[in-house]
C-alpha cells in the first residue's frame, strides 16, 4: 500500500486517485442507502465491511480538503450501517462532517446527514440532540 501511495505521489497523480475513490465511495454509499433495507442486506453489509477502510479514507480525505458534500453523502448514506454495527463510529464521522465550513451543499444531502445524525444521537440515548437534528433537516 505505502509502495503504491509513493509512487502515486512521485507521479504527481495522488489528487487524481483521491478525486476517484471519493466518487467511487459516493457511488458505493447511494447504492449502499438503498440496498441496506432491502432482501440483499445482508451482503450488503459485507460489502461495506470489506470496503470500510476505503470508505473511512474517502471520507477523511474529503473532510480535509473541506468537500462537504462528498462528506455528508458518504456518512449519511451509511446510516443504517453505523445504526446495526457502531453507532458511535457514525456519530463521530456525521459530527465531522456537519461540522465542516464547507462550501454549498445540496440540501438534500445535508438534511439527509442531519436525520442520519439524530438516528445515531437517538440510538445513544441523547433524545433532545435527535430531535434537534431531525428539526435542522426540515
Not at 507521479?11 to 466518487?23: F, H, N, Y
Not at 447504492?31 to 459485507?46: I, K, M, N, S, V
Not at 476505503?54 to 455528508?72: C, F, V, Y
Request: hydrophobic letters at 40%; glycine letters at 8%.
Amino acid at each position: 500500500r505505502m509502495f503504491g501511495r509513493d509512487r502515486l505521489v512521485d507521479r504527481g497523480d495522488m489528487a487524481t486517485a483521491r478525486q476517484r475513490l471519493v466518487a467511487w465511495v459516493v457511488d458505493l454509499t447511494d447504492q449502499a442507502e438503498r440496498e441496506l433495507t432491502g432482501p440483499d442486506q445482508l451482503a450488503w453489509h459485507r460489502i461495506i465491511d470489506l470496503e470500510i477502510d476505503n470508505i473511512r479514507t474517502a471520507m477523511q480525505w474529503s473532510i480535509d480538503e473541506r468537500h462537504g458534500s462528498a462528506a455528508l453523502s458518504v456518512a449519511g448514506a451509511l446510516h443504517r450501517y453505523w445504526f446495526d454495527k457502531s453507532p458511535r463510529e457514525g456519530h463521530t464521522w456525521l459530527s465531522r462532517a456537519l461540522g465542516l465550513d464547507a462550501p454549498a451543499v445540496p440540501v438534500g444531502i445535508a438534511a439527509r446527514a442531519e436525520i442520519a445524525q439524530g438516528h445515531m444521537l437517538q440510538v445513544l440515548g441523547d433524545d433532545e440532540g435527535s430531535v434537534e437534528r431531525c428539526r435542522r433537516a426540515t
